[in-house]
């Protein structure tokens, strides 16, 4: 049992000074290593740019959403403005009154 313990701890040691670095299976595939990690680092980086595009996305879809109420907000107000009835109670508080007969055209002579 002693043996175990005293192999387990040596074993540790020589993970934790990075003496297994040196061994030629390690050197021979590390190439490939380098590969992997750097495609992990990618990944890593493709995933975090995704997630904040994802968030720029919704926040611009919120606002896009704000501004069509605020559009159909201001497209009502105008279209009560420019009912006739409210026309004729802005232009009655300027003095002003809607005649009663229908208004006059004036023709232009033909020059012939």
């Known amino acids: 049992m002693n043996y175990l313990n005293h192999r387990n701890i040596r074993a540790l040691k020589g993970i934790l000074r ?7 299976t ?3 595939n590390l190439p490939f290593i380098l ?10 980086w493709a995933a975090h740019r995704a997630e904040s ?3 720029m996305i919704s926040k ?3 606002e ?6 605020q559009y159909l907000e201001s497209k009502s107000i105008l279209m009560k403005m420019e009912q006739e009835s409210s026309v004729q109670m802005r232009a009655k ?8 007969k229908a208004p006059i055209t004036i ?3 033909n020059d012939d």
């Open 60 to 62: 611009k879809t919120i």
């Open 93 to 100: 508080k300027l003095g002003l009154i809607s005649l009663a």
């Open 18 to 24: 990075g003496s297994f670095l040196g061994h030629p």
């Open 53 to 55: 595009n994802v968030r």
């Open 35 to 44: 590969y992997l990690t750097t495609l992990a680092i990618i990944q890593i």
């Open 26 to 28: 390690i050197l021979k």
């Open 64 to 69: 896009i959403n704000e501004l069509e109420s």
């Open 107 to 109: 023709q232009k002579p």
